[in-house]
C-alpha cells in the first residue's frame, strides 16, 4: 500500500512540476543557486553559457525546497545512518565481480554514443532515454528476477529519466545513479557523442546492475533494503531531472539511506578514481572509501568538485545521504567533455570495470546491511 502511494504521489508529483515549468519556459526565466545561498535569475541562454563556462549549479525555479537554505529542514525529516565499519559480503561479490563484462560495456557504450547528441530537450534525447529504458527491461527479462522493474519519470522536457527497481525487504532505498544525456558546449543542437560524460557512468551502473540481478539472493528480493538504479535526465541543464526525482521523493516520504553518484567513469588517461569530498556526506563517503579499498585494484584520491557539480547534489539538498566518485583527482578528468571529441577513443573500459566492482560492492553490502 506505501508503495504504491508513492508511486502515485510521483506521478502527481511529475505532473505538477511540468504544468509549472512549462509556465517558466514561456517566461525563460529560471533561477538557480551558484553557491549556498546564492541565487541568480537566468536565461535560458545565459544558464548555458555558465555551464559551459565551468560554473556549477542546481536551476531551483521549480524546485524551492531544494535550496541550500532548506538542506537542514530537509535533512532533519530522516534519521542519521550508521555505515558498516567492514565488509561482510566479499566471497559473494568477488563471485559477482567475475561476471562483469568490458565487452559488453564496449558494445552498449558504441551504440548509446552513437545518438547524435542527448541534449535533454532534443528528440535524440529522448531517444537517449529510450535506449536505457529497453536496455534495463531487457536486463530484467533475461534475469527472470520477477519482481524487478523500471519506470520512466517524465519532465517538463522531452527526455525522461529511467529508474530501476530491486525490491527488497523494506522500502527504504539503495541508489546509485548517472545522468543519460550530453552536451555539445559549442552547439546545443551539435555532434554530442558523450562518451564519457556521461555515457561511461551510464553504462556501467548497467554493467553492475546486469550483475546484481544474477544473484539470487538479489533476485529474489532478500536484500534488508530495496535497490534502485537512476539514469537522470537534464543533467547538464542544472540537475533537473534528479531535482524533479528528488523533491518528489522527499514529498512522498521516501527513505533513501544511500546514493552513490557515478558521473564520468572512463577516462583513459585516469590514475585512480576521485573521491569528491566537498558537498557530500561525510559518513557515506568514508563508507565509498572503505568499498574502493576492498573491491578495486586502482584506489582513490580524495578531491573536490565545488557546488553543485552532479546529480548526487539533488539528493543531498532533499535531506538524502549522498556521495559522489568519478574517474579521477577532479584537476584530471577528461578534456574532451562537452564537444564533439568525447569518443570511445578517449575512453577505457578496464577503467569503467574498476567502477562497476564498486558499484556491486557498494550496492550488495549496503542492501544487505543493518542501517
Known amino acids: 500500500m506505501v508503495r504504491s502511494m508513492l508511486v502515485a504521489a510521483l506521478a ?7 504544468v509549472k515549468r512549462l509556465e517558466a519556459n514561456q517566461e525563460d526565466l529560471f533561477t538557480i543557486e551558484v553557491a549556498p545561498g546564492v541565487t541568480q535569475v537566468v536565461n535560458e541562454d545565459e544558464k548555458f553559457a555558465l555551464k559551459m563556462g565551468g560554473k556549477n549549479f542546481i536551476d531551483i525555479t521549480n524546485h524551492p525546497n531544494l535550496a541550500s537554505s532548506a538542506a537542514a529542514k530537509n535533512a532533519a525529516k530522516f534519521a542519521a545512518v550508521s555505515y558498516p565499519t567492514e565488509m561482510a559480503h566479499t566471497d559473494t561479490i568477488n563471485d559477482l565481480i567475475t561476471k562483469l563484462s568490458t565487452t559488453d560495456m564496449e558494445s552498449r557504450l558504441t551504440t ?73 558546449g559549442r552547439n546545443k543542437s551539435g555532434r554530442s557523442p558523450g562518451a564519457d560524460d556521461d555515457g561511461s557512468g551510464s553504462i556501467t551502473t548497467l554493467e553492475a ?36 526525482v528528488y523533491d518528489a521523493y522527499a514529498s512522498a516520504g521516501a527513505v533513501v539511506k544511500a546514493m552513490l553518484q557515478q558521473d564520468m567513469t572512463g577516462y583513459n588517461q585516469a590514475g585512480p578514481m576521485g573521491v569528491i569530498g566537498d558537498y557530500v556526506d561525510a559518513p557515506l563517503t568514508n563508507y565509498v572509501r572503505k568499498v574502493i579499498d576492498a573491491y578495486t585494484a586502482i584506489g582513490y584520491v580524495d578531491s573536490a568538485c565545488g557546488y553543485s557539480c552532479s546529480d548526487h547534489a539533488s539528493a543531498a539538498a532533499a535531506g538524502y545521504p549522498s556521495a559522489f566518485v568519478i574517474e579521477a583527482d577532479f584537476d584530471l578528468i577528461s578534456p574532451y567533455i562537452h564537444t564533439a571529441d568525447d569518443t570511445l577513443e578517449t575512453v577505457s573500459y578496464e577503467h569503467m570495470l574498476e567502477h562497476a566492482k564498486m558499484v556491486v560492492g557498494f550496492a550488495y553490502e549496503l542492501t544487505f546491511a543493518d542501517l
Open 12 to 18: 502527481a508529483t511529475s505532473t505538477a512540476l511540468s
Open 112 to 184: 548509446f554514443s552513437e545518438i547524435y547528441n542527448r541534449y535533454y530537450k532534443s528528440d535524440t534525447g529522448k531517444q537517449a532515454s529510450d535506449w536505457i529504458f529497453s536496455q534495463v527491461q531487457s536486463i530484467i527479462a533475461e534475469s527472470g528476477a520477477a519482481n524487478a522493474s523500471v519506470s520512466a519519470f517524465s519532465h517538463t522536457f522531452a527526455q525522461q529519466s529511467i529508474l530501476a527497481t530491486i525490491p527488497g525487504q523494506s522500502e527504504s532505498k539503495i541508489v546509485v545513479g548517472a545522468h543519460l544525456d550530453s552536451v555539445n
Open 209 to 244: 546492475f546486469k550483475a546484481l540481478l544474477s544473484e539470487p539472493q538479489i533476485a529474489a528480493g532478500e536484500g534488508t533494503h530495496t535497490l534502485e538504479f537512476h539514469w537522470y535526465a537534464g543533467e547538464e541543464g542544472g540537475l533537473l531531472g534528479s531535482s524533479d
